[in-house]
């Protein structure tokens, strides 16, 4: 039943504009950051590291959009109440729309290899290194996707799914940050210091990104999308007919 | 058969519905009536486990609803109330997503959708994405959609609402061709429709039971039942004479040229005698008939009693 579900979801992002749209941003910003903003050439170094270093940012805007329709359409078109009378549980349909938008997304990443093709040109990349990180970039699409399907079934506006988790995933990615982690300091112990640090996205994804595909880093990522995945099934279930 | 003890539903201090208590028989096209804001839509929420209940329960073949959810939806086609569907789909898309998942696949999938498309008459817009559909079309993919399955239970909300004469008359005659072991169940405020394709009414007002019987048990609850209706040609002449006669117990103005006389419950027509004192009495008459009974009077009284 899960299948049938991403198979309904994924074809209606390609039978709207939604998915080409998203795509087609995607990969003209992630160029732009990475030629412009990020210096590929002028570096001297055959990497993809620019690339990496813009996602997370990229990401910050580009997932929530994707994901703000999800369930916000479902319940203001009143589709859900015909979803959740069919023999499914909501447990599949959260897994299924999940899966399926994942898939662009990872779709929308795959179609960035002329990049790779461009370093593996003009020099001798570490493509274990490369192929870590696009791995990395897909489990970070996956997590601000399950932030982004969570704050989706909490409001059926989705101007207000979109914001909502632009901020939460923009605390995610800051967390880590100096910027927090200086503020906080001499404030908090080490071990909130510490625990505050360890939820951010960027950290993790930072690690993989370069090359350290480590079992902890990635079991933080699938820990993330199960947690608000969860709280996604539990908003769905709970306020499905508000 | 469905069983429904004790329903309660209530958001936040407002009581949707107030301990219904129903059964429903297989064979039985229950016509679900009651004002706006009655509780009927938030009835087959819960009935299809769409709404959990507050309390009491919902018992369909021996299952309970809430022990087992999906079992019983697969016995149940629901048609939700303005036939909600995913909007970018087009009407085969949308009948194959809704066939897979009711579990059918090749050969038996392309035949269940080829046969509920000839039965609803979807053929010309197979192709058309449904938000470009008119109401009337749209209102029968859902129909479809609800029906692919050959349901044992079917639950339409208000399946004729915004759809003209014809459509209406199209979407009864779908509904009284089914099988006759089905239970369906339809919402509805249009009291023509009771009579016209169900075999039992329930009237349900301020989320309580009022009125549970068949149409024709629904008529003689009007006042008018029975009554007979005298149309004049010009003004209504002096009528004393028609309030003497036997077994005559009141004369209604309808309006300035018709009358509706009312007989005692003993009578079991006023007809005759009325027929002749209208020759006696030399009226020019347009039209004279007996009454069946006013359902919109009986509704009236029913749901505004209750609600008083």
Redesign the interface.
């Given at each position: 039943?899960v299948g049938?579900?991403f198979?309904?979801e994924f074809?209606?992002f390609f039978?709207?504009p939604v998915a080409y749209v998203f795509i087609f941003m995607f990969l003209m910003l992630s160029g732009v950051f990475t030629f412009f903003f990020g210096n590929l050439f002028e570096r001297g170094q055959a990497d993809l590291q620019p690339f990496f270093n813009f996602l997370p940012w990229l990401y910050l805007f580009l997932v929530p959009a994707m994901a703000m329709k999800s369930w916000a359409e479902e319940r203001k078109?009143?589709?859900?109440?015909?979803l959740?009378?069919?023999?499914?549980?909501t447990g599949q349909a959260v897994v299924g729309k999940f899966l399926a938008s994942w898939l662009v997304l990872g779709l929308a990443l795959l179609l960035t290899f002329p990049l790779w093709l461009t370093v593996n040109y003009l020099g001798q990349p570490d493509n274990g290194t490369i192929l870590a990180a696009y791995l990395g970039g897909w489990l970070l699409a996956g997590a601000f996707l399950a932030v982004g399907h969570c704050m989706s079934a909490l409001s059926k506006n989705q101007i207000i799914a979109f914001i909502l988790t632009v901020v939460v995933c923009f605390a995610f990615v800051l967390s880590g940050t100096p910027i927090v982690l200086n503020a906080l300091k001499g404030f908090v112990p080490s071990l909130v210091l510490d625990t505050v640090a360890s939820f951010s996205f960027m950290l993790h994804f930072e690690a993989i990104s370069k090359g350290v595909l480590s079992l902890t880093d990635i079991v933080y990522f699938v820990v993330s999308m199960f947690a608000w995945l969860t709280a996604c099934f539990l908003i769905v279930e709970y306020k499905?007919?508000d | 058969m469905i069983q429904i003890k004790n329903l309660i539903k209530r958001f936040g201090d407002f009581v949707a519905v107030d301990g219904l208590q129903l059964e429903v028989k297989p064979g039985d096209i229950v016509g679900f009536l009651g004002p706006n804001g009655a509780g009927k839509s938030t009835t087959m929420k819960m009935l299809t486990g769409f709404l959990p209940p507050t309390s009491g329960e919902i018992v369909i073949d021996g299952d309970t609803l809430s022990k087992a959810p999906l079992k019983i939806k697969r016995k149940i086609g629901y048609l939700p109330e303005g036939a909600p569907a995913y909007a970018d789909m087009t009407v085969l898309q949308f009948l194959h997503f809704i066939a897979q998942v009711r579990g059918f696949k090749g050969k038996d999938k392309k035949q269940r959708i080829k046969d509920v498309v000839d039965k609803v008459e979807l053929q010309d817009v197979l192709n058309r994405p449904i938000e470009n559909l008119s109401k009337g079309f749209k209102r029968r993919v859902g129909l479809a959609q609800a029906i692919i399955h050959d349901p044992l239970i079917l639950i339409l909300d208000e399946p004729t609402d915004g759809l003209d004469p014809n459509q209406k008359h199209q979407v009864r005659k779908l509904i009284q061709n089914l099988s006759k072991d089905k239970i369906v169940i339809i919402s509805t405020h249009i009291l023509e429709e009771v009579t016209a394709v169900c075999n039992r009414a329930v009237i349900i007002a301020s989320g309580k039971k009022v009125f549970d019987g068949t149409p024709k048990e629904l008529q003689e609850n009007s006042k008018f039942h029975n009554a007979v209706t005298i149309e004049f040609e010009g003004d209504k002449p002096d009528i004393s004479q028609l309030k003497l006669a036997p077994g005559v117990t009141d004369i209604v103005e309808r309006d300035q040229h018709t009358i509706s006389v009312i007989g005692h419950e003993s009578y079991e027509s006023l007809f005759p005698q009325i027929m002749d004192l209208v020759h006696l009495q030399g009226w020019h008459i347009k039209a004279m008939y007996n009454e069946v009974g006013q359902l919109d009077d009986v509704f009236r009284s029913l749901t505004t009693e209750e609600a008083a």
């Open positions: 039943m049938v579900i198979k309904r074809s209606s039978a709207t078109s009143g589709s859900i109440e015909l959740m009378t069919l023999p499914i549980t499905k007919a | -």
